[in-house]
């Protein structure tokens, strides 16, 4: 299970700057092929950078990105291109373009990437929109769409191209639960029917715990835990149990102390 | 005056890497305009066509009236000048090469900086903090391709057809007002325009709105590309974006004139 031949993903000590505050700090995960991998931290862990950097829109101080084949860190353009035709992307608040329909959003990647006809497209795209719950809603503008149904569209076209990767960011963030719910309930049915790679990037902790079969936590730009379901809510890692049991790192008993640290000067 | 000295070298610093932004997008541009479909890859036609009507249709009519008046507006002030020395007969001349090297892009270029310049830095920054350039990028489609490629070939098809319509429009508007000014009749002014001007002076238009048209859509782009701060930031952008493109037409149409027309 765990052998090279069936790791999707393979991250090795990745380091990463926003100028001289260092972000990640030595990062090293694997995701094997066909299992919903959930990247889990409060704000500020470091996962959104996690996920921008395993998708290529950034490039690492240093460390390497396997997927698919390739180091990412260093593939060039040709390569990259390939490889994001093989992966999928629904992102927070969709990024649906918002110039284009729902359906011409959708079919973009057909379009830009297939020399398939018209008719097959729209056959896939009306299929696709059926798998997410959107039959119907082609013509729509992302604007009309709510909350959960523009996560949906954006689903639809992260799999318009039967991707081997699927990354999710946050994707039941600001749902309300019953749609939240439906939503995971979706990822499971998405990954049971076609065996994807999932990555999944969520502070929700009701729906990693559903989802997941693996959990990675960031907490400060490192991994502070990492197994299954079971192993990360066993953890006795203080700051997994404190993103777990959402309390706050450290309870500021000494004003003065604080107020010091805040501006610098000494509070006599 | 440390922090004075500072801000000016940010500033340099953050214009000239701007500079090299532009160059970048405008080299990148041309190769997916020509390379694109070689890679299967290519800048959609649709996407131009749609542009194109925006920039070009779109701008007729603002066109149409604001050449109509400086049109007027030339022939008022040449004849009134002229008149000093007895010689607003030959206003024509002045009108003709006014208009046609001097007049007819700047004013077209403005207004198109004021329309699609802004628009453009609007959407692409629109596009910026809503994650759709990261959305396009992860989808594999280039944004410059998708989206900067199309504009600047709609602009400059655009541009220098406004350009002479503005042209034809002020020169009209001018003979109106000299045909009832000095009782001259509009055959003679047309007659009077087409001895006056060579293809040489319409090329100088030409030539002007080109290159406007390349500043316009790389301004544009680089403070769409560079927004952050959310709605704010766009409407600095926008604005920014207005201010830049006009201030680079004025600046580049004086380089232009200086180096050619001397």
């Not at chain 1, 949906?152 to 699927?166: E, K, N, S, T, V």
């Not at chain 1, 439906?182 to 998405?190: H, N, T, V, Y």
């Not at chain 2, 890679?39 to 007729?60: C, S, Y």
Request: contains cysteine; aromatic residues 6%; proline residues 3%.
């Amino acid at each position: 299970m765990n052998s090279q031949a069936d790791t999707a993903i393979s991250v090795k000590d990745l380091v990463v700057y926003y100028g001289d505050r260092k972000i990640l700090k030595e990062v090293s995960m694997d995701v094997r092929e066909g299992e919903i991998m959930v990247i889990m931290g409060g704000s500020g862990s470091g996962k959104s950078t996690l996920l921008r950097h395993l998708l290529a829109l950034e490039h690492p101080r240093s460390g390497a990105i396997h997927m698919l084949g390739h180091d990412i860190t260093t593939a060039s353009q040709t390569d990259m291109l390939e490889i994001r035709k093989k992966i999928g992307v629904a992102f927070q608040f969709g990024a649906l373009l918002s110039s284009l329909s729902v359906g011409e959003n959708v079919m973009l990647p057909l379009l830009e990437h297939t020399r398939l006809d018209r008719s097959t497209m729209e056959v896939m795209l009306r299929l696709k929109l059926e798998v997410v719950g959107l039959a119907g809603f082609e013509a729509l503008m992302p604007a009309e769409l709510s909350g959960g149904m523009t996560k949906r569209a954006a689903l639809a076209r992260a799999i318009i191209m039967d991707p081997q990767l699927l990354f999710l960011d946050e994707p039941s963030a600001g749902l309300d639960p019953v749609v939240a719910a439906a939503l995971d309930d979706l990822i499971l049915q998405l990954r049971d029917a076609t065996g994807m790679t999932m990555v999944v990037v969520t502070h929700e902790l009701d729906s990693a715990f559903k989802i997941a079969d693996r959990i990675t936590v960031l907490d400060k730009g490192e991994i502070v835990e990492a197994g299954n379901v079971e192993q990360v809510r066993g953890s006795t890692n203080p700051r997994v149990q404190n993103l777990l049991n959402r309390r706050t790192e450290e309870i500021v008993t000494d004003v003065d102390e604080y107020l010091e640290r805040l501006t610098g000067l000494r509070i006599d | 005056m440390r922090a004075f000295i500072e801000g000016i070298g940010r500033r340099s610093i953050s214009g000239i890497t701007e500079f090299g932004q532009a160059a970048a997008i405008l080299l990148e541009s041309i190769y997916w305009l020509f390379m694109g479909p070689g890679q299967r890859q290519p800048v959609r036609l649709r996407a131009v066509f749609a542009q194109a009507m925006e920039i070009g249709i779109g701008a007729l009519p603002i066109v149409t009236v604001l050449s109509l008046a400086i049109g007027i507006m030339l022939a008022i002030q040449g004849i009134y000048s002229l008149r000093v020395f007895g010689a607003e007969h030959n206003v024509t001349l002045g009108i003709a090469l006014s208009v046609t090297r001097e007049f007819g892009p700047m004013i077209t270029g403005i207004l198109v900086a004021g329309r699609t310049g802004s628009a453009l830095a609007a959407r692409i920054g629109t596009m910026k903090i809503n994650q759709e350039l990261d959305a396009l990028t992860v989808m594999g489609i280039q944004p410059v391709r998708y989206l900067v490629a199309p504009a600047l070939l709609a602009i400059l098809i655009m541009l220098p057809a406004l350009s002479w319509f503005s042209d034809c429009v002020a020169l009209f508007g001018a003979g109106l007002y000299v045909s009832m000014e000095l009782g001259m009749s509009l055959g003679a002014y047309f007659e009077q325009l087409v001895e006056i001007l060579t293809v040489d002076d319409l090329m100088h238009g030409l030539g002007k709105s080109l290159l406007f048209g390349i500043l316009i859509a790389l301004i544009g782009v680089i403070n769409g590309a560079n927004v952050s701060g959310g709605a704010e930031g766009i409407g600095h952008a926008t604005t920014r974006s207005v201010v830049h493109a006009i201030s680079a037409i004025v600046i580049t149409d004086m380089l232009f004139t200086f180096l050619l027309a001397r």
